[in-house]
């Protein structure tokens, strides 16, 4: 009998302490409190740019401190484009675009492990281009 649950669901609940553990093993962080820097700079800046279910079902599949850095946010009435969402983030923080790009690509590759492929894909149709890489993913565009 297959199991009919969202792929969010049949993963294991991680706890945020295993999250930022993935993410400071995935970014080569030297502490874990490096790696919470990140998450929260990138979970904050991720809030602004998703909105309705996709938010929400995100939300549900975080452990409860992401998932509240993400949900405190208020959405932006502009969605950034990927490029434009790191410069946002590299100039909140004075840190290098390059830094913040590192620090993106190692939190949201815990984000999309989460989520799911399924979710994942929604999230991005949500979002406009450029995230899909941040997310660990090939970014495909229409022949014109």
């Known amino acids: 009998m297959s199991d009919q649950r969202e792929p969010a669901q049949r993963l294991a609940a991680m706890t945020f302490e295993e999250m930022l553990e993935k993410v400071r093993y995935e970014g080569a962080y030297p502490t874990r409190e490096r790696a919470a820097e990140a998450v929260r700079l990138v979970l904050s800046g991720l809030g602004e740019q998703l909105t309705g279910d996709e938010r929400v079902e995100l939300a549900a599949c975080l452990p409860f401190e992401a998932a509240r850095i993400l949900t405190q946010q208020i959405p932006a009435i502009e969605p950034l484009t990927g490029?434009?969402?790191?410069?946002?983030?590299?100039?909140?923080?004075?840190?290098?675009?390059?830094?913040?790009?590192?620090?993106?690509?190692?939190?949201?590759?815990?984000?999309?492990?989460?989520?799911?492929?399924?979710?994942?894909?929604?999230?991005?149709?949500?979002?406009?281009?450029?995230?899909?890489?941040?997310?660990?993913?090939?970014?495909?565009?229409q022949a014109a």
């Open 83 to 141: 490029w434009a969402f790191v410069k946002e983030l590299a100039t909140r923080t004075g840190a290098t675009p390059a830094t913040v790009r590192w620090d993106t690509g190692s939190v949201l590759a815990a984000v999309a492990t989460l989520a799911g492929p399924d979710l994942l894909t929604r999230v991005l149709d949500q979002l406009p281009t450029g995230y899909a890489l941040l997310f660990g993913r090939a970014e495909l565009t």
